[in-house]
Each structure stands twice: as structure tokens, then as C-alpha cells.
């Protein structure tokens, strides 16, 4: 899908999320892990950068069931 930033870039910080869902809770933070890692393989921020975003919120999430685990950097 492509990224469609409005005029309002710089104005609202953009935020860029990974979600995985696992099938046990002892890999929500390995699968955390690898969708932080897609995101900075796929140059999402450096997209978001180019386009002129100044602040950009940065979450991966991990779902299993009823729990789950957020991780931002």
C-alpha cells in the first residue's frame, strides 16, 4: 500500500507499526524483535524522512490470544 502524507506533515508525529502475531507467549518479544527489524529493513523511517516527517513513533506489537507486548524505539 502505498504512504500518503497530507499537508499536515511536520505538524503531528507519524507513527509506524509493526504487528506480528504469535502462537505462545514465550516468542511475543523475539516476534517484537523481528518487527523492529522489518521495519528498519524496509526503510519505512527513511520513507517518512524523505517526505519531510520530523517526528516519527516507532511500535512493534506481538499478539497472542488475549496478551500482548508493545515495544517502542
Known amino acids: 500500500m502505498p504512504l500518503r502524507l497530507e499537508r499536515s ?3 503531528f508525529p507519524v507513527i509506524s507499526i509493526s ?6 507467549l514465550k516468542y511475543e518479544a523475539a516476534a517484537c524483535a523481528e518487527a523492529l ?13 524523505r ?3 520530523k517526528k516519527i513513533l516507532i511500535y512493534a506489537m ?7 507486548m508493545v515495544l517502542m524505539a
Open 9 to 11: 506533515v511536520g505538524k
Open 19 to 24: 504487528l506480528k502475531s504469535v502462537n505462545s
Open 37 to 49: 527489524n522489518q521495519i528498519e529493513k524496509r526503510n519505512y523511517v527513511e520513507v517518512l524522512k
Open 51 to 53: 517526505r519531510s516527517v
Open 62 to 68: 506481538a499478539f497472542f490470544e488475549k496478551e500482548s
